[in-house]
Nanobody
């Protein structure tokens, strides 16, 4: 089992920045590729970003590419999502996730392909 706990969400204005953190415990963190997803009210969970087990590759959905940056610190068992130039449409609950089965593949964007999930942290961007 891997336990994931997100933090860092909040209420910000359009154009502001936030950095989300996701602390992992349980099994060896570096065995997993990590992802961030988000879910707005009434919408399906949406892929945001992914990072390989060693940080060697990252992948983003088009709507956040160039504004968001995913990173990880395996020594601290933590993955981060730096979000710049936030927009109202970024408002959602953000969840981190761990993938132990497809970690060598770059474009893993389907929630079902991730094994563990955190409870999420709310990000609200006002206009």
């Amino acid at each position: 089992q891997v336990q994931l706990v997100e933090s860092g969400g909040g209420l910000v204005q359009a154009g502001d920045s936030l950095r989300l953190s996701c602390a992992a415990s349980g099994r060896t963190f570096s065995n997993y590729a990590m992802g961030w997803f988000r879910q707005a009210p009434g919408k399906e969970r949406e892929f945001v970003a992914r990072i390989s087990w060693n940080g060697g590759f990252t992948y983003y959905t088009d709507s956040v590419r160039g504004r968001f940056a995913i990173s990880r610190d395996n020594a601290k068992n933590t993955v981060y999502l730096l979000m710049n130039s936030l927009k109202p449409e970024d408002t959602a609950v953000y969840h981190c996730s761990a993938d132990g089965r497809y970690r060598g593949i770059v474009r893993v964007t389907t929630p079902d392909m991730y094994d563990y999930w955190g409870q999420g942290t709310q990000v609200t961007v006002s206009s």
